[in-house]
């Protein structure tokens, strides 16, 4: 993450010039000052680089085109609905798909229904193998030889997790893609650190902060990698400002505002312009409106709202619905019962409730408390108007009063009160609050969501879900919350029954000009839907079957199922393979195993680690480290529901780490293609690890081993063929993964 603890002065670093009596090629792009080619060792090791580099090319191509093969093979099946899948719009749009399908329900045929899922699906299955490669470029990028960049690709090559996530229509691929695009572009725009300012080193940065840009628009998870990257260059920064290196506050600055342009104002331009284009497109209504403000919904053309929001005038009959439950405010002539089953006693009032079904008891009359002109626009009910609600059929006054309410003593209770009897006057007025309203602006049915404010204790008529006894028909309860601003306390007018007069105005028509779709600030409506995003994240809170905890994820102790038929024992169960993730889960324990050890050691003047390989692992390692931590350790702090796919983005950081420490367990020194370069000449950064014939050995070996357990596994990953009981028995590698058609177990007599 840092730069090299020792180098140039920060006066040599602004003069310095590169020489160029050699061949780009030869060169590392941060090498300052190039051999001598016409030193016959060096070119001897220059010839010996081209050649790795010539089988590196070999071994990227053979990844790369197992990877697609992997991730492409059956694609087709199943060509049914599965856990999770959804539209990738732009995919959608290439493969000609019209719309029509909602993705609703796990099982829907989509062949039946002619969707081009096939089309949709090879968009992340084309990501997740391009995936591969660029392990395999982070690896080498970073100095590690070709064999240890093929071992951590092959983790990920050979993983049952990726390979099932990647070919169907999902968005972990998409935001694993750019987020390894990420990291390797850093790594290039690091490596020229002695380059600063160049055509090269902006263009590398420039590439980070675009791809970090994409991938936060990938996925809401996506933030995580800016974090990381924001992190790392928080303590490059902090090494830059540190003035042994010789460098004025000048040079910080420039290096400061660099950084700013490339990693905060691209990336937050780039995303802005992502919904931009997002909400430019997509204008018309459909089935996600309701997770909208009605401002927002009233901007698309179709939309309920828009097309059927009336205003209201006094003396309008109107029904009114929770905007959450959707239960309609209802009253009927029955009364409280004296004392409730934990002994308080009621008011005996008229019970007021919340009613799920159309009945002429949810009808309501609006009732003004001030003058109104005989007609015209003044007796169009207004945002903070103070009003009466009179309930129709059996023409008494909604009231509510400091007294408890039957299921929630902290709250008040709702009842009616009879219209001749005007001694509680007080107690039925109600102050109308539109949601987000402006001053004076008119109540609209279906888009004038509103709370309603008692006027004397200042309470907000709410409800929830949990059901009154069978003295109240088991319907719901409304109460009075003394938390005014509480989200849920929001109701909506459902419909314009009739008017003064008892006229039916249920298909009222307004200004033809108010059909026109409304016009929101891109900025107020980008704000709201990212909101809503966090909000509906931090919401998935249900209790689900395939849920798992962070602890478990390292280990592979759960997954998910994806998708079943029961008619010939097929499924998709989404797991890892087991040899990687505790190949990888050991690697993570051993890196900070050494380090930890090797910091004990040195309080002890004791240097176990040579300098230039505990600065790989500090700096080099230590990178790979902090993505796969930033990535993992913040679900430890969220309650939503979570499940085994949200680790994947770790587990990739997790591979490289385990790569790095191959290299040095195998090797604890890193050698450098060149030999003494003299005093003044600064080492080469593309360097390798001499790991002998132990390497090739043991990847190979290890890629075996990878190999005939992601085959075992693989029905599970393809849903393809069948498994008899037994064969499933076969498969539950732990007890916790819950398959489905295992056979029975049963015990010896």
């Known amino acids: 993450m840092s730069g090299s603890s020792a180098g140039p002065s920060g006066a040599q670093l602004r003069n310095r010039k590169p020489r160029t009596d050699v061949p780009l090629d030869i060169l590392p792009e941060d090498d300052t000052y190039p051999i001598d080619a016409h030193n016959p060792e060096n070119r001897s090791q220059a010839e010996k680089l081209l050649a790795t580099d010539g089988a590196s090319v070999v071994v990227v191509a053979v990844l790369t085109v197992i990877a697609f093969a992997l991730r492409f093979y059956k694609i087709n099946h199943p060509d049914q609905v599965v856990f999770d899948e959804l539209l990738f719009g732009l995919a959608g749009w290439f493969v000609g798909y019209d719309g029509h399908f909602g993705f609703d329900n796990i ?6 229904a002619s969707v081009p899922y096939v089309g949709m699906r090879a968009l992340p299955a084309a990501l997740g193998s391009l995936t591969v490669p660029i392990i395999y470029a982070i690896m080498k990028e970073s100095g590690y030889s070709t064999i240890v960049a093929a071992f951590s690709a092959i983790i990920v090559l050979l993983d049952n997790a990726h390979v099932a996530q990647s070919r169907l229509i999902l ?3 998409t935001l694993i893609f750019f987020m390894s695009l990420t990291m390797y572009s850093y790594i290039r725009f690091r490596k020229l650190r002695y380059r600063e300012f160049s055509s090269d080193w902006w263009t590398w940065l420039l590439a980070t902060g675009f791809f970090m840009a994409c991938t936060w628009a990938s996925k809401v998870n996506g933030i995580l990698t800016v974090v990381a990257v924001g992190i790392a260059v928080l303590i490059d920064l902090w090494d830059i400002l540190d003035y042994r290196t010789g460098n004025t506050m000048e040079y910080f600055w420039k290096h400061f505002i660099a950084r700013a342009v490339g990693f905060i104002v ?10 931009y284009i997002h909400l430019s497109i997509l204008t018309n209504s459909g089935t996600g409106d309701t997770f909208m403000s009605p401002a927002f919904q009233e901007t698309l ?7 059927n929001s009336q205003e209201i005038r006094y003396y309008d009959t109107v029904t009114i619905r929770h905007k959450d439950t959707r239960v309609f405010l209802h009253s009927h002539p029955e009364h409280y019962p004296l004392k409730y089953d934990d002994g308080r006693i009621s008011s005996q009032g008229q019970q007021v409730t919340g009613y799920g079904h159309e009945d002429i008891n949810n009808h309501w009359q609006v009732i003004p408390t001030k003058a109104l002109p005989e007609t015209g626009r003044g007796r169009i009910v207004r945002n903070d108007d103070v009003i009466q609600l009179l309930h129709v059929s059996t023409q008494s006054y909604l009231l509510t009063h400091d007294v408890a309410s039957p299921l929630m003593p902290t709250n008040e209770e709702f009842t009616a009160w009879p219209k001749d009897d005007l001694s509680r006057y007080n107690d039925t007025l109600f102050s109308l609050r539109l949601a987000d309203g402006q001053e004076s602006e008119a109540w609209k049915s279906k888009s004038g969501h509103f709370r309603l404010i008692h006027v004397p204790t200042k309470v907000a008529m709410w409800t929830h879900s949990k059901q009154l006894p069978d003295w109240a028909f088991k319907q719901q309860e409304i109460n009075g919350n003394k938390n005014t601003l ?8 459902d419909n314009i029954v009739a ?3 008892g006229e039916d105005l249920k298909n009222r028509t307004g200004d033809v000009a108010a059909k026109e779709p409304k016009k929101l600030n891109f900025f107020k409506k980008f704000a709201e839907l990212q909101l809503l995003m966090l909000e509906h994240n931090a919401g998935l809170t249900a209790s689900h079957p395939y849920a798992s905890s962070p602890v478990e994820w390292p280990f592979l102790l759960s997954g998910i199922s994806f998708w079943t038929q029961s008619s010939d024992q097929k499924q998709i169960y989404l797991i890892g393979n087991i040899i990687g993730w505790w190949t990888c889960a050991l690697a993570l324990a051993l890196y900070v195993g050494v380090l930890g050890s090797d910091i004990l050691a040195r309080r002890r003047d004791n240097h176990p680690i040579s300098t230039s390989v505990l600065n790989r692992l500090w700096n080099s390692t230590g990178f790979f480290f902090l993505f796969w931590a930033v990535h993992y350790f913040p679900f430890y702090l ?12 770790s587990h990739l950081a997790s591979s490289l780490v385990a790569g790095a420490v191959l290299s040095f367990i195998l090797s604890e020194t890193i050698n450098f293609p060149v030999s003494e370069l003299g005093p003044k000449t600064r080492p080469r950064r593309r360097t390798y690890a001499d790991l002998g014939l132990r390497g090739p050995v043991f990847v190979g070996v290890f890629a075996l081993f990878m190999l005939g357990m992601f085959i075992f596994i693989s029905p599970l990953t393809y849903g393809t063929p069948g498994l008899d009981g037994d064969s499933v028995n076969s498969k539950r590698l732990l007890g916790s993964w819950t398959l489905h058609f295992a056979a029975k177990v049963t015990a010896d007599a």
Do not use: C
Request: proline share 4%.
């Open 301 to 307: 053309r179709g939309n309920e709202l828009l097309l």
């Open 638 to 649: 969220m309650n939503r529901q979570l499940f085994i796919h949200h680790y994947l983005p």
């Open 107 to 112: 099982g829907d045929s989509y062949t039946e």
């Open 171 to 173: 968005l972990d691929a």
């Open 486 to 493: 509480e989200k849920s306390a929001i109701w909506f007018v």
């Open 266 to 275: 691209l990336p937050l331009i780039l995303y802005l312009t992502v919904f």
């Open 499 to 501: 008017d003064e007069s």
